[in-house]
């Protein structure tokens, strides 16, 4: 792939990721690095997912990015911290073998789109900055793992850099160079397991992640204590319930998880209120539902936004969708849709 005079193109998919055990705190915002491990589930390729293509030529006369159709400033500082940290691992790699040709004299191209609602509390920058350090990788031949790349585009980003069951480790380097993803097992280690994602509402967000968790960080007590005294032992336990396949533990520990998280918002000051009314119905007709059955059948978690997600086993599907049908009859209003998406394949 030598862009002499032509173009080099590069087109690559990524999915979003739904966190069961929740990243919210950064101990240094500008390397992102987390206040505690997360752990999430990568939906499948043809899910929830951005798309994006990069392109370079000898011709283009400036780097330039489109998000949606619509041409966004290249000079956001993320974006410029991911290009330039591609770059950087490129040039290194020029030493030691000639494919790269004339790439890194030439400016990018970057299209990217989302299949689904962007900033609704729906992942989209995670996905959309994992496909973006995925495709620039792709296209200045950098192998091997490059999360620690997509985590400074977006923290969560860095998950979706693998299929599957992933976590996300705080790492004790202080270039962050240790927190990184990785998969604790393919998709296919639990076949059974579904995704139900209900979109309540896919307006954009009041309270963006980055600015919600920094005032969560200043001013809440319980955010301390959740960092310090419960995720880690989480973790542990959530990692173990999924190379065990214990539904039962791993929809315990993801709906506390969801609420303790709320519950930091709520602890914020000025207090941050991500769930409405309708989140707050949903939960409790799992946890009748739940209870209904005398265990765990399905499991909800909410992000930075109202819509919920639901963890369920193939064989409960049938029962808990009459349920929401029922109780949530889906509206033909453009904003307001569900969607039902299973966990099929590996990245
Ligand atoms: C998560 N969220 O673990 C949690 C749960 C939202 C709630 O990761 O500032 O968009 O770009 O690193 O990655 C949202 O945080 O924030 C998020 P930045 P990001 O999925």
């Known amino acids: 792939m030598k862009p002499v005079t032509g173009t080099s193109q590069v087109t690559c998919t990524a999915p979003v990721n739904i966190a069961v ?61 991911c290009l330039g940290e591609i770059r950087r691992l490129a040039r290194k790699r020029k030493h030691e073998e000639e494919r790269m040709g004339d790439l890194l004299g030439c400016c990018v191209h970057i299209c990217s789109e989302n299949n689904f609602p962007t900033a609704a509390g729906l992942a989209s920058s995670a996905a959309g900055y994992a496909c973006l350090v995925q495709s620039l990788a792709k296209l200045f031949h950098i192998d091997g793992d490059v999360s620690h790349i997509a985590r400074q585009g977006s923290g969560s980003a860095c998950r979706s850099m693998y299929g599957g069951f992933v976590e996300w480790t705080m790492g004790k380097m202080e270039d962050g160079s240790d927190s990184i993803a990785k998969q604790i097992a393919p998709a296919d280690h639990w076949p059974e397991l579904r995704v139900l994602v209900v979109v309540v509402n896919a307006g954009k967000k009041a309270v963006g992640s980055t600015e919600g968790m920094q005032t969560t960080v200043k001013t809440s007590a319980l955010i301390k204590y959740r960092a310090e005294h419960v995720v880690p032992s989480r973790q542990e336990e959530m990692r173990q319930a999924v190379l065990e396949r214990d539904f039962q533990t791993f929809g315990e520990i993801t709906m506390k998880d969801s609420n303790q998280f709320h519950a930091t918002c709520l602890d914020t000051y000025p207090p941050i209120f991500y769930l409405n009314e309708t989140s707050k119905h949903i939960i409790h007709l799992v946890h009748r539902y739940n209870q209904h059955h005398g265990k ?27 349920l929401f049908h029922h109780f949530f009859p889906a509206t033909t209003n453009n904003s307001e849709r569900q969607f039902v998406r299973g966990l099929p394949d590996v990245q």
């Open 21 to 81: 055990i929740k990243y919210w705190g950064k101990r240094d915002e500008r390397l992102v690095l987390p206040i505690n491990p997360s752990l999430s589930v990568t939906l499948s390729q043809d899910q929830l997912c951005a798309r994006t293509t990069v392109a370079a030529s000898l011709d283009f006369k400036k780097d330039r990015i489109w998000l949606n159709g619509q041409e966004q400033s290249i000079d956001a500082p993320r974006l410029q911290k």
């Open 296 to 322: 765990i059948r399905a499991a909800y978690t909410f992000d930075a936004g109202p819509n919920a997600v639901l963890y369920l086993l193939q064989e409960d599907l049938p029962e808990v969708l009459a």
